[in-house]
């Protein structure tokens, strides 16, 4: 009998792998974290090989602490950074250059063109989304126009076009599966979402080769086996986008259903069920996975730096060392009057402005690190927030509670002012690593490790809950702060007001 069920779980700032028993709890795990590479301003890769290996390693280091062998593992699941685009050599398996990250706005100008050209009706009700650098297409079309060669081989079938769950699936078969599931196609721009298939005008209008394209597969499902030494033999039988596999970790399978995870970016969705909707309020509109092969849609808002400001100030600033340093660093400095808007790589939602640039307001002869690192942790709520009543004015339905996931959820700090900001409870799981979960499950359900949704709910454990604490109109003095600090980020690097 197989023990466990294996997670991979390839994030923007590191490689995770998980073994999760029976009773869904974490048997062992191992961490590497992914080099981050910014080649340009507002250039973001990371090396596929990088990508590779260290998930590779960590798979192997997993199964080794539980001193497991691929036989004790049901089947993996696979769980990645989405849009990140990867192109490489159908034959030799190369990368043709370095995987251009989610975050990356090299193509902000292109997709400028792109929505002045009244592309963008037709493109937001085929895909759901909002031409905006942030998914694959354009990163596709840039490595297609920059790699000297790379047009003519693709439209000659040579090279292959890959999410990251792609990029990994195709090595763990030695190159016998290209294919991605739903949750990953929706977020290429590529993907027709209400027909269920790669579409041609999209395709044209982005100037991709379909011969690039993987084949689409469910979530849920024997897609092959692993033929990598480590793993050999395991079924790999789930796939899904990181925001939709924890929507899925959370069980958010019903419409109404909705959670934020705090990563490097942060993301919250809400399930909408089997009927597509286009949001009023922009949001996205993209494929949730489910365990039993129908289409279902979520609504999600995605702020571009969540986590990742405090990677920022870590690295870039060195004000500590690790970031959960800036809870002590940054407890007893309240940061009222001071304001950073991390808007790194321009806006998301709801603002959408990949001309935005962060900011930090407010600055005096008294300000100490301690309140920079208060404003950033602040930062990350008043984004959240921003999101979640935009949500509410598009399904005119208010949250009663916020279900919260992801590394920069361990911060008290953090949940505590989310609470305070909403003025509701945020719950956070009591299993941090809901992400890894999602996928875990959509393959443990698969492979028959798991019975059913009725089995795995039935494994779940309550959450912490954060209270509101601060006044209303304390909290509501500070939106109003955060928004007028976000209309002076707004537009700096170009584009319109
Ligand atoms: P991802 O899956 O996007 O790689 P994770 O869910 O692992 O991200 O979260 C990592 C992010 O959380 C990093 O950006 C890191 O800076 C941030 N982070 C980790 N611990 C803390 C903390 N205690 N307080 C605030 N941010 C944190």
Redesign the pocket.
């Known amino acids: 009998m197989a023990r466990f069920v294996l997670s991979l779980?390839q994030?923007?700032?590191?490689s995770?792998a998980i073994l999760f028993d029976h009773d869904g709890t974490v048997a062992a795990q191992a961490?590497q974290e992914?080099a981050q590479i910014y080649p340009d301003s507002g250039w973001v890769e990371h090396d596929p090989a990088d990508i590779l290996a260290s998930q590779l390693h960590v798979a192997a280091h997993a199964l080794q602490q539980a001193g497991a062998a691929p036989s004790d593992i049901a089947a993996l699941g696979i769980t990645n950074?989405r849009e990140t685009a990867i192109v490489w050599d159908r034959e030799t398996g190369e990368p043709i250059y370095n995987a251009i990250v989610w975050q990356d706005r090299r193509t902000a100008a292109a997709c400028d063109t792109l929505r002045q050209s009244g592309a963008l009706d037709m493109v937001r009700g085929k895909t759901g989304l909002l031409i905006d650098p942030y998914f694959s297409a354009t990163k596709i079309g840039w490595m297609l126009d920059h790699v000297q060669g790379a047009r003519s081989r693709a439209e000659h079938g040579k090279l292959a076009f890959g999410t990251v769950d792609s990029w990994l699936v195709w090595h763990l078969t030695g190159g016998r599966r290209h294919v991605t599931d739903r949750t990953n196609a929706s977020r290429t721009m590529l993907y027709d979402v209400v027909r269920d298939q790669w579409d041609d005008e999209l395709l044209r209008v982005f100037g991709i080769p379909e011969s690039l394209l993987p084949e689409v597969v469910w979530s849920s499902g024997e897609i092959g086996e692993a033929t990598t030494p480590d793993l050999a033999g395991i079924p790999i039988a789930g796939i899904a986008g990181?925001q939709q596999s924890a929507l899925f970790g959370q069980l958010c399978t019903n419409p109404g259903d909705a959670k934020n995870?705090?990563?490097?970016?942060c993301f919250l969705l809400q399930n909408i069920g089997a009927e597509f909707r286009l949001s009023q309020a922009r949001m996205i509109t993209t494929i949730a996975c489910t365990a039993d092969r129908t289409l279902c849609y979520a609504l999600e808002g995605s702020v571009f730096v969540?986590?990742?400001?405090?990677?920022w100030l870590?690295d870039k600033m060195q004000f500590f060392a690790?970031?959960?340093?800036?809870?002590q660093i940054a407890s007893g400095a309240d940061s009222a009057h001071l304001v950073f808007v991390p808007a790194f790589t321009g806006l998301g939602a709801p603002y959408w402005d990949p001309h935005a640039a962060g900011l930090i307001i407010g600055l005096q002869r008294s300000t100490e690190i301690g309140h920079i690192a208060r404003a950033a942790?602040d930062s990350?709520a008043f984004q959240v927030a921003d999101v979640v009543r935009a949500m509410e004015s598009d399904t005119h339905q208010a949250f009663t509670m916020l279900k919260a996931?992801?590394?920069?959820?361990?911060?008290d700090?953090?949940m505590q002012f989310q609470a305070d900001l909403l003025g509701l409870p945020v719950e956070r799981s009591a299993i941090?690593e809901t992400?890894a979960l999602g996928a875990a499950y959509l393959a443990g359900l698969a492979s028959g490790f798991w019975a059913g949704m009725d089995e795995i709910a039935g494994l779940r454990g309550p959450g912490q809950v954060f209270v509101p604490r601060m006044d209303r109109s304390d909290a509501l003095a500070r939106s109003a702060r955060w928004q007028d600090a976000v209309r002076r980020s707004r537009s700096w690097f170009g584009g319109n007001p």
């Not at 995870?261 to 970016?265: E, I, L, P, V």
């Open positions: 779980d994030g923007t700032t590191s995770r961490q992914v950074q990181d995870t705090y990563g490097t970016g969540g986590g990742a400001v405090v990677q870590r690790s970031a959960p340093d800036i809870e942790i990350i996931d992801g590394g920069a959820a361990s911060n700090m953090l941090a992400t």
